[in-house]
């Protein structure tokens, strides 16, 4: 066998192998409990399964496109968590393929291997939401196939691939507006390419770019279309552009305080990977590949940028830098493998490297096997999410449903959207989402007093209310707000059925019927079930 196909078995092999121990531990996690933002998004997909529309049915500043995604993800693999997930696993897996093979256009070389492992290993990090079904990874997704379609297009002069790579860019901010930062990264790498690498005229680069960005805004002005002719194109705009600019950003002082406090969490079990990017980042000086290096200096530096919007830095967010991340480790491997093969042959070279990555990969799927391969649910959301009440709202979604009858609805008094997904109730509003109706903007009041207005005149069968703080995320003061006050008169209506007291040194002790009794107050945080008296 020839040395170069030897090359492509061994890249190959491994990819697939890669693949596989991802498959392996991703299907450990199929019935993860969903976190709140999980949670929101299949709730309002499943909406759109039954034909419902956005803004009409639900509103959120997240563009359409998203919980579009995610319906047809559970058209295909069904409307439970496990069929999210099992989409998800899918979307990974071909991310990750995606990444390989814009890595191999660029070196060609075990460094592809190294850049796709590290994308994989970064992406299963817990605290940055890898083991749930969150929006980040779907940018990511369309970010990995748009770098691949670009990187072939211009080193294979395939003009219309270019194009396609556009409407794939595009995609990433259809389902999240963070995707506008890769789409720019993308317009200026085309523009160099095109004027300093190709040597095209300044006429030419510039109709390009123009075109470029035209077809970025494709899959975006087509459900805009779409949702115009149903009356709802000024909501759209409303959310999705004018909404989020409402939103106090937290101030730099205290997102240095957030970002620091993010870091150490974020880094651990996954630190070597962050210093092989880092590397990466030194690795550009000594390198003659100007080309890879303007490409993947322009993407590392719009990735940063996509996570600074507001300063929240909620781990989920870093997700964004892993696709740069990758790319800086593969380049970094490259570089290496350059300098190898001046002292040893190819292949020995190669040998070595590969020899580095499973080791590296060993280690840490060793430290990390009782997350991986022998995951306990309650200790990894406890350890991520806190005193958040992720599994409580699994577990009290399926006592409801079983006292449920067909028709039944039910209101959640916070921000756990999961509990309406998992119970397959519905909401008597279009205001689901208890942070939007105490988020500070000038038109809160009048979200609070129609989502009053919707509970008193149909009086949900359910009232699940959640005391706790990460549930509401109030901007504004309580005891200032109406909806707060009108909690005991409308709670006056409901008899208590169950609770959950949540501890943070302790397990939830869940009380349901005649057990409550006289029972007092108790638990850090509580989750109140109450059903209407009849």
Known sequence: ???????????????????????????????????????????????????????????????????????????????????????????????????????????????????????????????????????????????????????????????????????????????KQNGAFFIVAAGLYLIYYLKWVDKKSWAFTIKQAFVFGILTLFPTLLLVTYLTANGLGKEFFYWVFQYPAHLQDVPLSQGWILLKASMPNILQGYWIWWILAILGVFSFMPSKNKVTKVLIGIFTFFSFLSILPRLTFHGHYFLFLFPAFSLLIGFFFNEILVLANRKFNSSTSSSIITIVLVLLMGLHLANERS?????????????????????????????????????????????????????????PTTHLFGPYLVDGTPEQNQRQQAFIRDVEASMPRFFVAVNHPLTWVSKVDPAEQELFRWYDDITQKYKLIGTADIYLNRPTEYTWGADLGNKELQGDFNIFVWQRLD
């Open 1 to 175: 066998m020839q040395k170069a196909n030897i090359e492509k078995v061994v890249l190959y092999t491994g990819l697939a192998v890669l693949l596989i121990i991802v498959v392996i531990i991703r299907l450990n996690f199929l019935d993860f409990p969903f976190e709140r933002d999980e949670g929101l998004y299949a709730y309002f997909a499943s909406l759109l399964l039954e034909g419902q529309l956005p803004y009409e049915a639900f509103y959120d500043p997240k563009p359409p496109g998203l919980f579009y995604t995610y319906a047809f993800i559970m058209a295909i693999f069904g409307k439970t968590d496990i069929g999210l997930h099992t989409g998800f696993l899918l979307i990974n897996t071909v991310t990750i393929v995606f990444l390989f093979l814009a890595s191999k256009k660029l070196w060609n070389s075990i460094a592809a291997l190294f850049s796709s492992a590290s994308f994989a290993i970064l992406s299963l990090g817990p605290h940055v939401g890898g083991l749930s079904v969150l929006s980040e990874h779907l940018v990511v997704f369309w970010l990995c196939l748009a770098l691949y379609l670009l990187i072939k297009a211009t080193q294979d002069k395939l003009p219309k691939l270019v194009y396609l790579s556009a409407i794939a860019f595009g995609l990433s901010f259809f389902v």
């Open 371 to 427: 997350i991986y391969f022998h995951p306990d649910y309650k200790n990894i959301m406890k350890e991520v999410y806190g005193s958040n009440p992720f599994i409580e709202s699994k577990l009290i979604a399926a006592q409801i449903k079983e006292l449920a009858n067909e028709g039944d609805q039910m209101i959640v008094y916070g921000g756990e959207m999961q509990l309406y997904f998992y119970s397959g109730l519905h909401a």
